[in-house]
């Protein structure tokens, strides 16, 4: 569980990257004590050498002596452009090698270094050096290997010792380091998401931004506003639940009292009168048109549109009765409707829908128009290419403002204007999208508004028959 937290990886690396530059600094210093070992071999060889320098003659037991002390077997010394054996011992076999450490070079001195540490079996070697206080040009001896890689050994083992020790305390004081400044302000920063998480409608829950720390600043500032978007959201999401149990018990009633409405209308029908006559096929569509949408309305209460109800019917005959309506709502507005919709152009669509959707459209575009306190002009076209049906809804309102463009289509994203409830947009681009179509703003600006209605062909059936909106019959 350790090493796979933060603090105990981050300890584990200090402690190998500490010891990985202490090998880096192992080898060169093994090879500076290897020089230093010889060195010092010399030193003694020359201070040997003095005895013989103040007596000629010197007993063997002391010369013996001598080069014990020395570590070497014998000692010569070149004076004078002549070389000299100062100091002598029986040496038990031939010199492997010959080491001049008058100026050595630093690779030479590291490679010689590694391969004496390498090379298990002792030999004999031959050392050669200046003298010093200048007791001579060069001296010379001949000693073995042994020792000498003994005592690298050993110095090597204390300088990895050392570097495991070091190694370790400095890991501890960084694993310190990173549990103050780095762990302990993400675990505050985990907990607080834990906390929200359990009661995200709380707001105390949200996290307060106050490392300073410029990385765990900034997490903490875009938690923050994830938080606070995320609060929002589940509070508009209650709001909607709310709101749609209340449409769901209006439309309830509603629909019990368009029912008696459509029973009367019945009545009305037989009546002789002509201006009755070409009313009440508009009335009995508007009531029909009601008490369907207060159906679809308990249906989205209970889960989501109902599938439609896909027929081939003359689109001109939907955009015909849309535009109709819409001029009785726009009154003595000077607003003037165009269409532009070939009379042979058959779409494949639910016509319920389709009307729900031009409506919520249409209407969007009068009120559009009326907020400017100015005429206007508004035109449904449509289109069909092999791959798809297009319909356009283009009005010559003020636009739309920017900052509502990229939540047009959200639920209660409401242009700005007054008694606007935001959901026309939502509803009808939902409905589009239930037609395997899509609902595009086209294009906005002061010049107007153009949305798009784009219905595919891909689902088309040879099967399908032509039939009449309810509210055109």
């Known amino acids: 569980m350790f090493l796979n937290s933060l603090s105990g990886r981050f300890l584990i690396l200090t402690a190998a990257f500490v010891m990985l530059a202490e090998v880096m600094i192992f080898v060169p210093s093994v090879s500076r004590f290897r020089e230093d070992y010889l060195l010092s071999r010399l030193e003694r060889a020359q201070i040997a050498s003095l005895a013989l320098l103040a007596d000629d003659m010197i007993a063997p037991e002391l010369e013996a002596e001598l ?44 490679r010689d270094a590694m391969l004496r540490m390498w090379r298990a079996e002792p030999e004999i070697i031959r050392v050669i050096g200046d003298p010093v206080r200048e007791g001579g040009l060069v001296i010379e001896v001949t000693m073995d290997t042994a020792k000498l890689r003994m005592a690298m050994i050993d110095y090597g083992r204390r300088i ?47 996290i307060a931004p106050q490392s300073e720390i410029v990385e765990l600043r900034e997490a903490e500032e875009a938690l923050h506003d994830l938080q606070e978007q995320l609060s929002s959201a589940l509070k508009q999401k209650e709001r909607l639940a709310a709101l749609g149990g209340a449409v769901a018990r209006i439309s309830h009633d509603l629909r019990n009292i368009l029912t008696t409405a459509q029973l009367f209308a019945d009545r009305v029908e037989m009546s002789e009168d002509p ?30 549109e109902p599938a439609p109800r896909l027929a081939r019917f003359p689109l001109t005959d939907v955009v015909t009765d849309v535009v109709e309506s819409e001029r009785l709502a726009a009154g003595e507005d000077d607003i003037s409707y165009a269409e532009d919709v070939p009379s042979e152009l058959l779409v494949r669509a639910d016509p319920e829908q389709l009307y729900r959707i031009l409506r919520n459209l249409v ?62 947009l939502a509803i009808a681009a939902e409905l589009v999208k239930n037609h395997g179509g899509r609902l595009e703003l086209d294009r906005t600006g002061p010049e107007g508004t153009v949305f798009a209605i784009h219905l595919p062909r891909g689902l088309e059936t ?12």
């Open 160 to 206: 990895l010792i050392l570097s495991a020790v070091i190694s370790a305390f400095t890991g501890v004081l960084l694993y310190l380091a990173v549990q103050l400044l780095m762990v302990r302000p993400i675990r505050k920063v985990v907990d607080n998401m834990k906390g929200y998480a359990s009661a995200p409608e709380d707001a105390r829950q949200i």
């Open 275 to 304: 201006g009755v006559q070409r009313a009440v096929p508009k009335l009995m569509g508007s009531i029909s048109r009601a008490v369907n949408l207060c159906e679809s309305t308990l249906a989205f209460g209970r889960a989501e």
């Open 67 to 110: 080069l014990e002390n020395a570590e070497v077997y014998n000692v010569v010394l070149r004076r004078d452009e002549a070389r000299e054996l100062m100091l002598s011992s029986p040496v038990p076999g031939p010199a492997a090698a010959s080491f001049d450490l008058r100026d050595p070079g630093m690779w030479e001195l590291m």
């Open 462 to 473: 040879l099967s399908d028959t032509v039939r009449q909106p309810q509210a055109a019959q």
């Open 363 to 424: 209407r969007n575009a009068r009120q559009a128009i009326q907020s400017t306190g100015k005429g206007g002009e508004i035109q449904v076209s449509g289109v069909e290419t092999p791959e798809e049906w297009t319909i356009l809804i283009e009005d010559t309102g003020p636009g739309l403002p920017k900052k509502v463009q990229d939540i047009l289509f959200q639920p209660f994203a409401t242009s700005g204007r007054k008694n606007g409830s935001g959901l026309g």
